[in-house]
């Protein structure tokens, strides 16, 4: 007993040191140990983003429930980059006057802010890019408090194509992505990393590896049906790339924009909760319905979305227009899309859902998380989906 006290009075130094770096270490090598949610300037906003714009962002994400509901990032995307400064620094525009003070102020809210560079001398907008100045970047977004980046391959496309083999232009690609990995990891500071290259050269496969938290898988979506459809339903069979700290991005919300109906919205919602997406609103949130509103914080849906299993949901079968994917959750449970993906409604065709096919035996008990009611699932059970609409539910103890 008097040994082991010793041994424990000469351990306790290192053991006090341990607890406190560990955590610390673990947040700094595992930011985005699940899909990071928030909101992104792009889809709405454009060019037209600016700091009051962001603040209401911030504010409108506090007041609306969605902080709660688990929203933390307050991303600003391309088109806050001014010209570099005499030493090199990258300097905002007029839009963005101090970039940290209105970090100050999202951290004041408990969110977090996040910023979008290129590995290129551009980007997409054609703003200043990181290429050359990666290190100096990364330390200016630390001392502005920055939390999050997402990084555009854009501006370095033309020097890939130069490349003189698709081998070299691949390894230009990786070598810019470990460039300002370790730049942003010489920061000390956790900042989570996208990767934003559209899914090129199959990026899953590899963007872990470069220290990417999440990579798009593809091109942009738009506010249109068909588009984040065909984006959302192409996910099938990415799920074992990702996992908890490293997501696949099928980019971000659409919700409450354009024209989609509400139908179309909790379909979009649905699907990229089965998907283990990063959940970025991209509407404005001052000037959503409650509609938009009730969709963006099921908490349901999100607790799907950020299942800490981290597992991906992927399509077990289609028929005709309708596509029945499951998601595996913590603790046995099981979730279940049915999508009635086309333009006709299910009533001409009715859908009878196949439980075995989904390695179900017998009737299920389960809820719609987005009518809240239980439900029972029978085997061949007849569905009434009416078209680009969705029903989800959870099971607990899937049999
Ligand atoms: C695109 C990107 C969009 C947006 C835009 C900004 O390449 O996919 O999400 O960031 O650039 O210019």
């Known amino acids: 007993m008097k040994i082991w006290m010793i041994r424990l009075k000469c351990f306790a130094p290192a053991l006090i040191w341990l607890c406190w770096i560990c955590p610390t270490t673990a947040q700094q090598n595992k930011p ?3 899909p990071p949610m928030g909101w992104n300037s792009w889809n709405h906003f454009r060019d037209k983003v600016d700091d009051a714009s962001v603040r209401a962002q911030a504010e409108a994400m506090v007041s609306s429930g969605m902080r709660d509901a688990g929203y933390t990032y307050i991303n600003i995307d391309d088109t806050w980059e001014g010209e570099r400064d005499a030493k090199g620094n990258i300097q905002t525009n007029s839009k963005f006057p101090d970039m940290k003070a209105l970090a100050d102020f999202v951290h004041n809210k408990g969110l977090k802010l996040g910023i979008y560079s290129s590995p290129g001398a551009k980007t997409c907008a054609k703003y200043e890019g990181s290429l050359g100045h990666e290190m100096q970047d990364a330390q200016t977004y630390a001392a502005w408090g920055i939390d999050y980046l997402k990084y555009d391959l854009c501006g370095l496309n033309a020097v890939m194509k130069a490349a003189p083999t698709p081998e070299a232009a691949h390894q230009i690609m990786i070598d810019a992505y470990i460039k300002m990995r370790d730049a942003l990891r010489s920061t000390g500071r956790p900042i989570v990393y996208s990767l934003c290259q559209y899914g090129v050269d ?26 984040m459809a065909e984006i959302g339903f192409g996910q099938a069979g990415l799920g074992r ?3 908890p700290g490293h997501w696949n991005d099928p980019d971000m919300l659409e919700v409450g924009n354009g024209k989609l109906t509400l139908g179309e919205n909790r379909v979009h919602f649905s699907m990229w909760a089965m998907l283990a997406a990063p959940l970025l609103a991209g509407n404005d949130l001052p000037n959503m319905s409650p509609d938009v509103k009730a969709i963006l914080t099921n908490k349901d ?24 994917w499951t ?6 449970a099981m979730a279940i899309a049915v999508v009635n993906a086309g333009p006709d409604r299910v009533s001409t065709h009715p859908f009878h859902l196949d439980l075995a096919k989904l390695g179900l ?9 987005w009518t809240g009611k239980d439900m029972q699932l029978t085997d061949n059970i007849p569905l009434e989906i009416p078209s680009h609409d969705i029903l989800l539910v959870r099971l607990a103890s899937p049999k």
Do not use: M, P
């Open 32 to 34: 985005a140990a699940l």
């Open 241 to 243: 790339f990702a996992g």
């Open 202 to 227: 199959a990026v899953w496969e590899w963007g872990a590896s470069v220290g990417g938290n999440l990579w798009r898988t593809t091109g942009d979506i738009s506010d249109k049906y068909a588009r």
């Open 361 to 369: 035996h017998g009737a299920q008990q389960s809820t719609d998380l």
């Open 327 to 332: 998601r595996h959750l913590v603790g046995g």
């Open 301 to 324: 849906v999100i607790a799907i979305d950020q299942d800490k299993l981290g597992h991906e949901g992927t399509r077990v079968y289609s028929d005709g227009e309708v596509d029945v």
